[in-house]
């Protein structure tokens, strides 16, 4: 009979996407850039996985769902990489679940929004971030993952 593997495998970092970043790259390219959400999944993939780890992509318009995921990050994800969209602005509720992670949280915008609205120009996510990666377009995803890797190498 074949032995069991003990081998423990890392745990996905979660990429949580707000509302209507299922849009991204069809709209508002001069803000938000000409990516789209699926290429975005693709390349955090490919990062992810030149650092040894694997990824867990969502997107989310319902505020509750994206709560949800975040709890399920909480014994699923090693990580979380979420760009809240407009909930950053606005959600508490958001802000609440990601207190209760104990896994580094990196806060991604693809724009830079102290730059825009005074609306945009707070999150309540950000109260809770380990980092904040704003302003890069779609690389910042990327360089949200850079992030991970070097914060859970650290710890290790
Ligand atoms: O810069 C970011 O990543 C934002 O989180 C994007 C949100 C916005 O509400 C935040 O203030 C900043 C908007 C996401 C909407 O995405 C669109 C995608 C395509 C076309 C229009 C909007």
Redesign the pocket.
Known sequence: MAKKSKQSKTLPIYILN????N??????PE??GYTTLAQVEQMCAKQAASHGLAISFRQSNHEGEIVEQIQEARTGGCAVII????Y??TSIAILDSIQMLKVPVIE????N?HR?EPY?NHSYVSKAATGIV?GLGAQGYLRAIDAVAEILKVKK
């Open positions: 707000g509302p209507n970043l849009l991204l790259g069809t709209r508002e803000v938000y760009n809240p969209a407009g950053g602005h991604v915008h693809l724009s929004i825009r945009r704003m």
